[in-house]
């Protein structure tokens, strides 16, 4: 169980589908019409240079809560918390906010998205490529595997649709490095966390093996990594797409088939709902 809580707690990776519910969009909503005067000031100040920022910390603490309530506290683009690597949560604009043809959506909540410091730095203002095609917005996807996979040996993401090279080519600084310099330090990177992820999962899995001639062993052993898969933990697509693409986890699996049948279907529910996080 000692690695299971680690990878639980350390690593989190890659993009999985969100959603604004309609009583986040109503608060926020009712939040905005009582601030509208002082939040609309502020932010004119801002564009005309009499500011050095967009909004005052008080309210941004707020919409900063708000978003985090839709991500489950992750980056919308990494999945990692803000103590796993990609520094404090900032508010990311898909639009920039600073342009003159999206200004009118700075405080449009369809606009923002709860960012680590290092993918809202590696975004910056773009949110499309030099090809003119938008980068993946997780609010606005259903299934991120028709536009992400990863490479299983290299731990790199790769885009495979259109909008998930231009989010490849945008956000690499952040998905696909293994360390970088940020606020003058060396900084680990997604692309190094998702290797130890692997390295985790095959340590469980290897130790999983070798308790074979116990099914309620390895049934627990198996359980307890797909229990780590679900939208609301640190881990989701990473997990989901390392486990369930991983050969020692299906021989496993195979073997529960064969000797415990009502273990396994126990076994395949929870694959069935980790699968649609899985690249």
Known sequence: MNILRLCAREFAELMIPLRK?????????????????????????YMSDQKSDWIRQKHRKKIQSLLSETSYGK?????????????????DHFYPKKTEAFK?????FDNLLPACKQCNTAKGQRY?????????????????????SLDQKTMRLNGVSEKGKAAV??????LNTNSLIQGGRIAKGAMY????????VTRKLELSRKHKQHTDVLFDHLK??????????????????????????KELVEFVKASAPSKYQELAKLIREAKPFCL
Do not use: Q
Not at 169 to 174: A, D, E, F, N, R
């Open 128 to 148: 499309e490529n030099s090809e003119g095609n938008e980068i993946i917005n997780p609010y606005n996807e259903i299934n991120m595997a028709v536009h992400l």
């Open 104 to 108: 009118g959506r700075a405080f449009d």
């Open 193 to 200: 966390k998702r290797a130890e992820i692997r390295k985790c």
């Open 75 to 91: 980056c919308a683009y990494c999945e990692r918390k803000p103590d796993e690597g990609g520094g404090n949560m900032e508010v």
């Open 224 to 249: 307890g990594l797909l229990e780590l898969i679900g939208k609301r933990r640190a881990c989701t697509a990473t997990f989901a797409t390392i486990i369930l693409r991983h050969p020692v986890f």
């Open 169 to 174: 080519c945008i956000l690499g600084k952040s």
């Open 21 to 45: 519910t309609e009583a986040l969009i109503k608060a926020y909503k009712n939040w905005f019409e009582e601030n509208e005067s002082e939040l609309v000031s502020y932010f004119e100040g």
